[in-house]
């Protein structure tokens, strides 16, 4: 099993900006890959970006390409999103979210990932 935490949410103004952080405990070595999703109110829950092990590539949806930045340490056992120019409709819950290395599966898919963290509140006021 792996666990997984996320924290650096919170409120900010359009423009702005946040580093979010996952941390992941438990067994590490069995996970290919990390990503960030998030969930507005009343929507569904969408992919934002990933960081797969496997060529080390990098992964985002097109809505927040050029403004987040996902990085990884180096035991691969964190990921970190760096988000700039923020919007409010960037405002969310953001899920951290680990794939296992026996999926082989596209990275921006919701349910090829096998493990969750809680999520953290980002909010972006106008």
């Known amino acids: 099993q792996v666990q997984l935490a996320e924290s650096g949410g919170g409120l900010v103004q359009a423009g702005g900006s946040l580093r979010l952080s996952c941390t992941a405990t438990?067994?590490?070595?069995?996970?290919?890959?990390m990503g960030w999703f998030r969930q507005a109110p009343g929507k569904e829950r969408e992919f934002v970006a990933a960081?797969?092990?496997?060529?080390?590539?990098?992964f985002y949806a097109d809505s927040v390409k050029a403004r987040f930045t996902i990085s990884r340490n180096n035991r691969n056992t964190a990921v970190y999103l760096q988000m700039t120019d923020l919007k409010p409709e960037d405002t969310a819950v953001y899920f951290c979210?680990?794939?296992?290395?026996?999926?082989?599966?596209?990275?921006?898919?919701?349910?090829?990932?096998?493990?969750w963290g809680q999520g953290t509140e980002v909010t972006v006021s106008s």
């Open positions: 979210a680990a794939q296992s290395m026996y999926r082989n599966a596209p990275v921006s898919i919701r349910s090829d990932y096998d493990y």
């Open positions: 438990g067994r590490t070595p069995s996970i290919s890959a």
């Open positions: 960081f797969s092990w496997r060529g080390s590539r990098t």
